[in-house]
Nanobody, 118 residues
Framework: QVQLAESGGGLVQAGGSLSLSCAAS????????MGWFRQTPGNERELLARISGGGGWKNYADSVKGRFIIFRDNAKNTVSLQMNNLKLEDTAVYYCAVLERGRPIGSWGQGTQVTVSS
């Protein structure tokens, strides 16, 4: 089973940028579709971005399209999320996940907190 560990969160001002990284353990990382989610208190996790195993296909939620970029390095078993032009409403805990047909499978990592201030 793939183990995931997110990092890179922090405090940033609105309009700023932040890059999140997710390190995955296990073999055959490049076989898996990956995604980034976020969650705020009292709400379900929201799928923000998806990337195919080879990295050639990507998909974004409307809420982040044009601001966030997902990319992966299969040689390093990492998937990253570059977040630009951050807004107050981007404040959340961010998680990466292995996806199967767009749905998360396996276990979640601990997440990384992103806080956007005015």
């Amino acid at each position: 089973q793939v183990q995931l560990a997110e990092s890179g969160g922090g405090l940033v001002q609105a309009g700023g940028s932040l890059s999140l990284s997710c390190a995955a353990s296990g073999r055959s990382f490049g076989d898996y579709e990956m995604g980034w989610f976020r969650q705020t208190p009292g709400n379900e996790r929201e799928l923000l971005a998806r990337i195919s195993g080879g990295g050639g296909w990507k998909n974004y939620a409307d809420s982040v399209k044009g601001r966030f970029i997902i990319f992966r390095d299969n040689a390093k078993n990492t998937v990253s999320l570059q977040m630009n032009n951050l807004k107050l409403e981007d404040t959340a805990v961010y998680y990466c996940a292995v996806l199967e047909r767009g749905r998360p499978i396996g276990s979640w990592g601990q997440g990384t907190q992103v806080t956007v201030s005015s």
